[in-house]
């Protein structure tokens, strides 16, 4: 960019220059809550040396509107809900997020919840699918969620939740599933099961870009994205235990599993636009070759059939990633404000190259791959009068 409050491009700039603010006006009590924000971060805007910076580029806002029963009446104890919209724009103008949603929250007498949450997102201009090339349209989406508890005040507390999107104009769709069991044997003992299954697809899922002087309406490139068939399992296992008020013991377990395969891959037609070009089906060729001992499966795409266009490869994307995540802390207050720390930490990650979701494979292969052990000790002394 070009001075503080100016984002034209600058090919021979060394330094850049941006600001960013955010404001947020609300009332958060009482019968009406509403609130109006905005978030605003210049494309120059560049804190990395000090902190941790996600994107610049971008003019968000939002506002929301609601309001909340918190007198018990005669079948509800608490209820709250709300509505609201917010939308984002690049210093392009390009309008890279709109969605507008409701929120919807019950708490029943016997002090069971439910929770709800719906979002409507149109399709929208995206600056960042391409990973630094054109602008491109994003499948709008519906989004869902539902989640029912149970009273939380009882030794065995039940949640389940449900989330569910679905593509607008597009076969992308996803679905979570997230049930979770919370123990309390003892008042000082707490465990915690919480299971995940999440089922995505997407049909504009990045693979690679590739150099190709032939390809003038992407400004000499091709960028390659594929239908993806991703799953994912895991369980989230929590264990406290509180011997005395000076001596506790913290478990917690992550085994996980993950999956994708790609096919169909792809690129669009031209920037701004939502239509994509199927390699094999809508333009061009594209082969396999499997994989060998020393080397992992190809794709070989001639975009163009006949044409000009020169061939170009990649390897095979398809994969299956597991790992398992463990560790044990043991807090012990040896005198008052002063305590230690005894930490165990193992984790364990394998992989394989294919998409196919295998539980049963992959649950016996995790113990199979080589840990990585870790042993921290801490120690704090309080040094007062």
Known sequence: ??????????????????????????KNNGFWLWEAAQNWRSPGFEVNDLSFLGR??????????????????????EIVWLVGAQQQFNYDGDRTDTQAQVYYENM????WKIRSFAIYHPTVLDDRLTRGG???????????????????????????????????DSDTHTLILQPGIALKPATNVFISLSPTFAADE?????????????????YGKRYVFAFLKARTLSLDTRVNWTFNPNLTLQLFAQPFIASGAY?????????????????????????????????????????????????????????????????AVVRWEYRPGSTVFFVWTQSRTGSDPNGHFDFGAQKSAIFRDRPTNVFQVKVNYWIGR
């Open 1 to 26: 960019t070009d001075g503080l409050f100016d984002a034209r491009y600058r090919p021979n700039g060394n330094s850049l220059q941006g600001y960013g603010f955010y404001t947020r006006v609300a």
């Open 56 to 77: 610049a580029d971008y003019k968000w806002m939002n506002a929301n509107i609601g309001s909340q029963w918190v007198t018990p009446g005669s079948w509800y104890r």
């Open 108 to 111: 029943f007498l016997n002090y």
């Open 134 to 168: 054109p602008v491109v349209k994003r499948t709008g989406y519906k989004f869902g969620m539902l989640e029912i508890s149970t009273d939380a005040r009882q030794k065995a507390v039940f949640d389940f939740q449900v989330q569910g999107a679905r593509g607008v």
């Open 202 to 218: 997407d049909v504009a899922q990045y693979v690679t870009a590739v150099t190709d002087p032939t390809a003038t309406s992407f």
């Open 263 to 327: 096919s169909s891959f792809r690129e669009f037609a031209a920037p701004r636009t939502f239509q994509k070009l199927v390699y094999g089906k809508d333009v061009g060729t594209i082969s396999r070759t499997p994989a060998t001992a020393s080397t992992g499966a190809t794709y070989t795409v001639d975009p163009d059939g006949t044409g000009p266009a020169a061939p170009f490869s990649f390897g095979d994307p398809d994969f299956t990633f597991r790992s398992l995540i463990g560790n």
